[in-house]
């Protein structure tokens, strides 16, 4: 969950971390949780604070919301998951990182952001979009995943 400075508990957010223990006196240090997944993404430092951002991310046919699966909302999920995997890749390459990377990909997180990547984006059918940017997002976003995935 998410702690305020004071050491009072504030909200339950996904991903949010507690930095400190009794000997700080319940004197806690945050780590801000980000706005959106992209921004969780972006911000993460460690492979599974990279997982926890892309959970949020609905995978297609699971929208809650119209509005999600609009172009643009599609093309932020498939944007997200593809630089989570490139992130990903940069943190888990080495021999330093085996047990790291064991864990990565036998988490659950993991083959749902892979199957998320590898879903495209395609705008509804209301939705004037030319066909030709759908292809070129859908190939770059493609091939961005599939160099991460090595």
């Not at 890749?89 to 864990?103: D, F, N, P, Q």
Request: hydrophobic share 45%.
């Amino acid at each position: 969950g998410l702690w305020c400075v004071s050491g009072q508990r504030c909200t339950q957010l996904p991903g949010a971390v507690r930095v400190g223990g009794p000997a700080v006196r319940r004197k806690v240090l945050l780590r801000m949780v980000a706005a959106t997944p992209a921004a969780g993404v972006n911000d993460a430092h460690s492979p599974m604070e990279v997982l926890s951002a892309t959970a949020l991310l609905a995978l297609p046919g699971s929208e809650a919301k119209h509005f999600e699966t609009q172009w643009v909302h599609q093309r932020k999920r498939a944007k997200t998951s593809a630089a989570a995997l490139a992130k990903l890749a940069g943190m888990l390459v080495g021999s330093g990182a085996r047990e790291t990377r064991r864990a990565v990909v036998g988490d659950a997180r993991f083959a749902r952001l892979v199957a998320l990547a590898a879903c495209g984006a395609s705008p509804d059918a209301g939705e004037k979009v030319d066909a030709r940017e759908v292809t070129l997002f859908n190939a770059k976003t493609a091939a961005q995943a599939i160099r991460a995935l090595g």
